[in-house]
């Protein structure tokens, strides 16, 4: 059988699979599944194209690691067929650890990041693929000693994000989030092991930082998306809270097994053969579904918070620069007491919802981005730019409440 295949992707083009083993994997339920689970959780509630998923970042980023590769051979850097094959499948499978709905339940159902529990797919799929992933692996814990490759798969250049900043500005019609990402990877090179950037690729990487900066204000956090996510997140609360109180509820078998226990890493790692069983059914449809249940629920509070994100009834919310006053929460929170007032108790805590959210353009504390000049210095790019990186975090306090 020929598992070369070929896909036709919106954003690149035809695009291959250029081992056997990652269309062995590609064909596993593990990562079929990531084809229901969308890559930005409700953002197409304000951009109704953002409907792509998991599935195709994950093949987008693949296709960018297969060019890097490419490009960074082309320049001499030594980088064998199992390195090759190995960064090409921690790429792959570096988001299969995502829950439904992406980053926005990721600690309501399961107080566990999604980076963990991809590790822990990859670990399990190791077994079932005769330890083939071994050496992938490694280089997804930055265990490696040929660290550039780990770089590629999740540093400041990665591939993950080339591919969705690219493909969530395509499918979200947001234009000031594309990126020169070809430009990018054609002037990636190493040095002293590390993943450089060639000095004449420098306001490529300006405009990449400008166009994260603005996708995640504009599409990420969007207010209306924040709001939308905000209220799921109570929804799903407020359902675990009656779970854990005895209330049956209708939901799937997976879904019930997280609602109705608290699951810490540690937990998870002392089952894991279950866990990852009742994970790797989970997808956004079993939150759909629950979703349409609740809102013939007895309990008021989460019929009203399920019909509300079923037919996109979104809180108002609203953005400021410093935190709100007590005295106006208050007075919000009267408002909405006044207009629910038969809801149980408690109620409040899920309809008033307030908090914060930040934003940097570029993190110095991590490993930098870096340019090597002709004359073969390196020098961080907060050193270099001529418009001034915002390296300080930008933070904003919201307000979301029943209009």
């Known amino acids: 059988m020929n598992k070369r295949k070929i896909f036709n992707d919106p954003v690149y083009g035809f695009t291959g699979i250029p081992y056997e083993i990652l269309f062995d994997l590609v ?40 060019q890097a590769i490419d490009i960074l ?95 969530d500005s395509y499918f979200t019609g947001v234009s000031e989030g594309t990126i020169g990402f070809d430009r990018i990877i054609k002037m990636l090179s190493v040095h002293d092991g590390e993943l450089v950037v060639e000095e004449k690729g420098i306001y490529s990487i300006e405009k990449f930082l400008i166009a994260r900066r603005l996708m995640y204000w504009q599409v990420y956090l969007h207010k209306t998306v924040l ?6 997140v109570k929804t799903l609360q407020r359902a675990k809270e009656l779970a854990m109180s005895g209330e049956r509820l209708e939901v799937s078998k997976s879904l019930a097994f997280f609602l109705y226990q608290d699951t810490s890493l540690a937990d998870f790692d002392a089952n894991l053969p279950e866990m990852l069983e009742h994970f790797a059914r989970l997808d956004d449809y079993d939150i759909f579904a629950a979703l349409k249940n609740f809102t013939e629920n007895s309990d008021p509070l989460l019929a009203y918070l399920a019909d509300s994100i079923l037919n996109r009834h979104i809180f108002r919310i609203e953005l400021k620069n410093q935190p709100f006053q007590t005295e106006y929460l208050e007075e919000v929170r009267g408002k909405i007491a006044t207009k629910f007032g038969h809801f149980p108790a408690g109620y409040l805590d899920y309809l ?49 409440y029943p209009k």
């Open 27 to 66: 064909e596993h339920p593990h990562f079929q599944r990531l084809r229901r689970i969308k890559q930005v959780s409700l953002t197409h509630y304000v951009y109704p194209g953002a409907l792509h998923t998991r599935f195709h970042h994950a093949l987008g980023a693949l296709h960018l690691m297969g």
């Open 73 to 167: 051979r082309s320049k001499d850097v030594d980088i064998t067929e199992a390195e090759a094959e190995a960064v090409s499948i921690a790429i792959l499978l570096h988001d299969i650890g995502h829950g439904p709905f992406s980053h926005t339940l990721e600690h309501t159902l399961i107080n566990v990041p999604h980076e963990e529990i991809s590790l822990r797919f990859m670990e399990h799929l190791n077994q079932v693929f005769g330890r083939k992933l071994a050496l992938a692996i490694r280089i997804f814990k930055d265990e490696y000693p040929t660290r550039f490759l780990h770089q590629l798969v999740s540093g400041q250049l990665d591939m993950d994000r080339m591919d969705y900043l690219n493909r």
């Open 227 to 232: 709001a939308s996510e905000q209220m799921l």
């Open 352 to 400: 008033v919802l307030n908090g914060e959210e930040t934003n940097h353009a570029y993190n110095t504390s991590k490993d930098e981005i870096k340019i090597l000049f002709k004359d073969g210095s390196v020098l961080p790019m907060s050193q270099l730019t001529d418009f001034g990186l915002q390296t300080t975090i930008t933070k904003k306090y919201y307000l979301c």
